[in-house]
């Protein structure tokens, strides 16, 4: 069964630690990406990757940190520079090279700093 | 980079009535454009997309348009039915190099039964 995957779906963290969240798709996909998600604020790009051991920063990657090292995963770290981490963050992957761009997202994981 | 703005924010329309929402980009070397429905508690999915050299897209109920003169583009649903209700984001493409969406922030779509 082809998607994406995403864990956890819920994590409460404490202010001044870091956190990962984990990213794994099985659709063979070269792109993938990390958003975030607020109310009224849409989806905002933090971090995306269009080849394995390659990424490129988003609109907002202050206090993030991501890795490529295989093709599969995409895991995102949220550490405790990131000065507002409470929010809904949603992975996705997309065919490279195709031009029409179109994500495919995992169910999102939704974390709260206490 | 591309900046994507999206009309209204929320939307009550009667069951059976059409919905528009309105979105305008502003890089004009944005080739794709489409439309994600993110149902409460569920993940965004793909309804409904447009290519720059296309001016109007249908399927059954959901159509949209697109200017490229005027870098904007529509959404449009008829007869509206409770399962429309969402949240709706438009997006834009740009081609050649960053393979990435901007989003717009997003409309509440209600469907009052």
């Known amino acids: 069964d082809g998607g994406i995957t995403q864990s956890p779906k819920y994590l409460f963290r404490k202010e001044g630690q870091n956190v990962t969240l984990s990213c794994e798709q099985n659709l063979n996909h070269d792109a993938m990406y990390w958003y975030r998600q607020d109310p009224g604020q849409g989806l905002r790009l933090i971090y995306y990757s269009q080849i394995v051991n390659d990424f490129q920063k988003g609109d907002i990657a202050e206090g993030y940190s991501v890795s490529r090292e295989k093709k599969e995963s995409f895991p995102l770290t949220v550490t405790s520079a990131q000065k507002n981490p409470t929010a809904f963050y949603l992975c996705a992957s997309s065919i490279m090279g195709a031009d029409t761009g179109e994500l495919f997202f995992g169910e999102g994981s939704r974390l709260t700093v206490l | 980079g591309e900046n994507v703005e999206q009309h209204p924010s929320t939307l009550s329309v009667q069951e059976g009535d059409s919905a528009v929402i309105k979105c305008t980009y502003s890089?004009?070397?944005?080739?794709?454009f489409p439309w994600y429905k993110q149902e409460l508690g569920k993940r965004p999915q793909l309804i409904i997309d447009?290519?720059?050299?296309?001016g109007e897209k249908k399927d059954q109920r959901i159509a949209v348009t697109l200017n490229k003169t005027a870098k904007h583009f529509s959404l449009h649903i008829t007869e509206t039915q409770p399962e429309d209700s969402a949240v709706y984001f438009c997006a834009s493409h740009r081609p050649f190099g960053n393979e990435k969406l901007t989003f717009g922030t997003g409309t509440r779509l209600t469907i009052i039964p």
């Open positions: 447009i290519r720059s050299n296309v």
């Open positions: 890089d004009s070397a944005s080739n794709y």
